[in-house]
């Protein structure tokens, strides 16, 4: 006993080493015979989460440096142009840019902000029953009434019965408004939503009649500071996808992409455990 003990003891300090050296994606094969099973399983777990953590790092790092690039050089620019310019309408004008440059400056560090407390917060919260339809519908609602869009968002899929999921309210109708933000953003005319009950699980999906996302696309789209197709000609940082990825991940579920068969377009699919 003690020498299969000794070896998986042998192991998972060889991998602990290799991982503290840089390489990430070291994990420890699990046998199912292991006498330190429960062990393992959490080093594999911890690493997996460090492995994002610095993934997630690296490409805040590069986004940050790039999108907040743009606008101080616009401040450099319009500095120079006020400090050179007597007239009133021009030091008006340049005053005006350079508000509204440090205005988007502070919307990507507000963004970046709420995306790192996002964690942090979930420890905190405990989940509860949730009607999913409700929070769909509220979405739904609170985005039309304040969105003069002409996109028309189509509910009649919801399932008629009432389906039950386990989160946090607010951290769903963030998913959720996510989703429909994203949507809308690509959409021609219409966005779909539909729900369905299964045997053990809640699909919801969140489908439009934009471009889609192309097949070797899909994957990396959930990335922070990742956009879709012609995301110049959109509002945005690329960080909506990524917090439906992290609050879905909090809540054992499901996010996957494909093409729409009614639209046309995106078709993004969060499957949840059902509660019931």
């Known amino acids: 006993m003690a020498l299969p003990f000794n070896q998986r003891l042998r192991l ?45 790092n690296k490409l805040l790092s590069n986004a940050v440096s790039h999108d907040l690039r743009t606008p101080l050089a616009r401040l450099r620019f319009g ?3 006020l400090n050179e310019t007597n007239n009133p309408e021009n030091k008006e004008k340049y005053i005006r840019h350079l508000s509204q440059d440090i205005q988007e400056m502070e919307n990507l560090v507000g963004i970046l902000l709420n995306y790192a407390r996002l964690e ?85 999906c969140v489908c439009d009649d934009g471009p889609g996302i192309a097949q070797e696309k899909r994957e990396n789209i959930f990335k922070p500071f990742t956009r879709g197709e012609n995301h110049s000609q959109h509002k945005g940082y690329g960080m909506g996808l990524a917090i439906v990825t992290r609050i879905a991940v909090w809540h054992k579920a499901q996010v996957t992409i494909s093409e729409s068969k009614t639209l046309g377009g995106a078709k993004f699919t969060v499957k949840f455990k059902s509660s019931s």
């Open 79 to 81: 500095i120079e142009a």
């Open 120 to 204: 942090q917060k979930m420890i905190k919260v405990e989940p509860l029953p949730l009607c999913l339809n409700s929070l769909i519908k509220s979405s739904v609602f609170n985005l039309t009434s304040m969105d003069s869009n002409t996109i028309s968002i189509d509910i009649t899929g919801l399932c008629k019965s009432q389906i039950s999921i386990e989160g946090d309210e607010n951290y769903l109708s963030m998913l959720i408004n996510n989703l429909l933000s994203n949507a809308q953003q690509y959409a021609v005319k219409q966005i779909r939503i539909t729900t369905e009950q299964t045997s053990n699980s809640v699909i919801m």
């Open 12 to 56: 998972l300090r060889s991998t602990a080493k290799t991982f503290g050296e840089g390489d990430f994606s070291k994990r420890i094969h699990i046998s199912s015979t292991s006498y330190t099973v429960d062990i393992e399983n959490e080093f594999n777990r911890m690493a997996e989460k460090i492995e994002t953590l610095v993934e997630d």
